[in-house]
């Protein structure tokens, strides 16, 4: 594959998908990741959401701060005329097939509202963040189109991870939020955060400075009292 033959073969499927103009608001690829079941039934409305409200929210415990603050960051602002309703219900039971984890969940999306079913916060968190992906956002103040349909919901895989390796690629703190956040709407559970590694330390804790001060600083001091040696091509000055 040469870089040619990668460019030639990027056009065409970009040509093929806009041949096909396929409108994914009426089915669940928007999810991520692929739900375990979805049903859309012949004659499913498709309806526009201006702006939602969750109902019994209390339901999601420690997840409800952050699934308010998605919402009202990604969702236009509700008013009583158009806001959609997102109701939450705990149960003792799911159905089988997607029994026996605290992240199942059942999500049947109607016209009237939608209702997210599970038996733990954990499921009903996971829940609304895949109603969240159902929308698309890119229709801005004319509404949000979506489909009536019913998803039922499990994880393939108990842990879910992502790395954020801020020892040798220093990030904002914005930029860390906002990649904890994309986490959220992707069902990652599991974030390893590097703030140590071999290439310096990132950490800062009270009484022991030298770990940052010396630590975290790479310049040529023989004896490691300023600094610690260079590696990778750092350089003698500890400002670079």
């Known amino acids: ?3 040619e033959n990668r460019w030639v073969r990027n056009e065409q499927f970009l040509e093929e998908g806009a041949a096909a103009d396929v409108d994914d608001t009426s089915t669940s690829t928007r ?3 692929t739900p375990f079941r979805v049903e859309v039934e012949d004659g499913a409305k498709t309806f526009d959401v201006f702006g939602l409200s969750l109902i019994y ?3 999601l415990g ?3 701060s952050g699934a308010e603050e998605l919402i009202s960051k990604i969702t236009l602002k509700a008013t009583s005329a158009t806001e959609y309703s997102v109701q939450l219900v705990m ?3 799911l159905p ?3 029994a026996g984890s605290d992240e199942s969940y059942k999500m049947e999306v109607r016209e009237q509202g939608t209702t997210i079913t599970a038996t733990h916060a954990a499921g009903l968190f996971y829940g609304v963040m895949s109603f969240i992906s159902l929308l698309d956002i890119s229709h801005g103040r004319e509404g949000m189109p979506i489909t009536e349909m019913t998803i039922y919901d499990k994880p393939r895989f108990k842990y879910r991870g992502h ?3 801020s020892a040798r ?3 904002t703190k914005e930029s860390v939020l906002q990649t904890i956040d994309a986490m959220a709407l992707y069902k990652l559970n599991n974030l390893h955060f590097g703030l140590s590694n071999d290439e310096g330390w990132r950490l800062e804790i009270p009484g022991l400075e030298e770990l940052t001060t010396v630590g975290s600083r790479r310049c040529f001091d023989v004896s490691e009292m300023t600094c610690i040696l260079t590696q990778l091509g750092s350089g003698p000055d500890p400002s670079d």
Do not use: C, S, W, Y
Request: glycine share 4%; proline share 4%.
């Open 163 to 165: 790395q954020i390796d």
């Open 57 to 59: 929210a209390n339901l």
């Open 91 to 93: 149960v003792g039971a």
């Open 169 to 171: 690629h220093f990030r």
């Open 62 to 64: 420690k997840f409800q």
């Open 96 to 98: 089988e097939d997607i």
């Open 31 to 33: 999810i991520i990741p």
């Open 1 to 3: 594959m040469t870089v």
